[in-house]
T-cell receptor, first 117, second 116 residues
Framework: AQKVTQAQTEISVVEKEDVTLDCVYE???????LFWYKQPPSGELVFLIR??????QNEISGRYSWNFQKSTSSFNFTITASQVVDSAVYFC??????????????FGTGTRLKVLA | EAGVAQSPRYKIIEKRQSVAFWCNPI?????LYWYQQILGQGPKLLIQ????????DSQLPKDRFSAERLKGVDSTLKIQPAKLEDSAVYLC??????????????FGPGTRLTVT
């Protein structure tokens, strides 16, 4: 069955440290997408990145970078020089093909990141 | 562009009472989703609409939960009667296309339900 595992429940770092959030997934699909979302205390999930299963190129966006490795079924997220504003819960998600031919997300349980000043 | 709107933001009810949540998706978005997020867990899909038709409600507890999307725009999610385990944040999301594997979903702020 499709599954997303975020083994790190909570991580605390001091401001300016680098931090990596792990995501491991399981899927039977050959075509799929992986996502990262940020959920700040306000509660609204904010889209960060989408990666398709055929594109293993790593991506960097400012202080954020993502490492996608199909061989290990992992899609890890690194924040460089963390800031207090990065404090939030981060969710990894996998798109799953349903029996009705549509796609839906399977979310991990999230990693709570606390960045201390 | 206005985001996904939800109301109310907070609701406290007693068990066995009924409650309804409202969602207004981003204009032009064909697909609408309702998620349940229990404290400490990731969002779990309850129901997915494409326009005003249901495409996935496999995880909706149909004995107590119902949802509708009239005219393919706004949607309401109802719980009747509520149980203690229904305490959660109910998130509404929308996406532009249909049958999109890569469809980015836009989330509303959620409704925090507490059942006492």
């Amino acid at each position: 069955a499709q599954k997303v595992t975020q083994a790190q429940t909570e991580i605390s770092v001091v401001e300016k440290e680098d931090v990596t959030l792990d995501c491991v997934y399981e899927t039977r699909d050959t075509t799929y997408y992986l996502f990262w979302y940020k959920q700040p205390p306000s509660g609204e999930l904010v889209f960060l990145i989408r990666r398709n299963s055929f594109d293993e190129q790593n991506e960097i966006s400012g202080r954020y970078s993502w490492n996608f490795q199909k061989s290990t079924s992992s899609f890890n997220f690194t924040i460089t020089a963390s800031q207090v504003v990065d404090s939030a819960v981060y969710f990894c998600a996998l798109s799953e093909l349903t029996t009705s031919g549509t796609y839906k997300y399977i979310f991990g349980t999230g990693t709570r990141l606390k960045v201390l000043a | 562009e206005a985001g996904v709107a939800q109301s109310p933001r907070y609701k406290i009810i007693e068990k066995r009472q009924s409650v309804a949540f409202w969602c207004n998706p981003i204009s032009g978005h064909a697909t609408l989703y309702w998620y349940q997020q229990i404290l400490g867990q990731g969002p779990k899909l309850l129901i997915q609409f494409q326009n005003n038709g249901v495409v996935d409600d496999s995880q909706l507890p149909k004995d107590r939960f119902s949802a509708e999307r009239l005219k393919g725009v706004d949607s309401t999610l109802k719980i009747q009667p509520a149980k203690l385990e229904d305490s959660a944040v109910y998130l509404c999301a929308s996406s532009f296309g249909t049958h999109q594997v890569d469809g980015e979903q836009y989330f509303g702020p959620g409704t925090r339900l507490t059942v006492t």
